[in-house]
């Protein structure tokens, strides 16, 4: 349903944006604009499957500054990097059992799995899959 990609787009776009806001905080633009896709990932400690948020992310602050539906549409692989992984720390949860998750915060969540706190909304609607 529209409703659930509306809801997955909107934590995608608010990863996007922090990851942003992180890179804007800690380096100068030129050094976003001219670096890597690899570097920026490894400053930003990042799983594999945030290459194409990291990207946009970039994009954004190097482009336009205007996140464009034509750039929404080039990063669908981006996207689905993002699904994939919400898909892993769901995986996570299952091992860790429903009673553990559903009563741990997501700080809490996010510690255990040792995952960095950009991956809040992908764990919050793990989190809501695996919850509700």
Do not use: H
């Amino acid at each position: 349903s529209s409703g659930i990609n509306a809801e997955y787009g909107g934590a995608f776009m608010k990863t996007v944006k922090l990851l942003a806001q992180r890179l804007l905080k800690n380096y100068v633009k030129s050094i976003i604009c001219t670096s890597k896709l690899q570097q920026l990932m490894d400053l930003l400690e990042v799983p594999d499957s945030f290459d194409g948020a990291v990207e946009m992310a970039q994009d954004l602050i190097c482009a336009s500054g205007i996140l464009s539906s034509a750039m929404v549409a080039k990063n669908t692989s981006a996207y689905e990097g993002f699904i994939d992984s919400i898909m892993n720390v769901l995986e996570q949860f299952y091992a860790l059992g429903q009673s553990y998750v559903c009563d741990a915060g997501i700080p809490e969540l996010l510690e255990k799995l040792s995952l960095p706190d950009t991956m809040i909304w992908a764990v919050e609607i793990a989190v809501d899959w695996f919850c509700n």
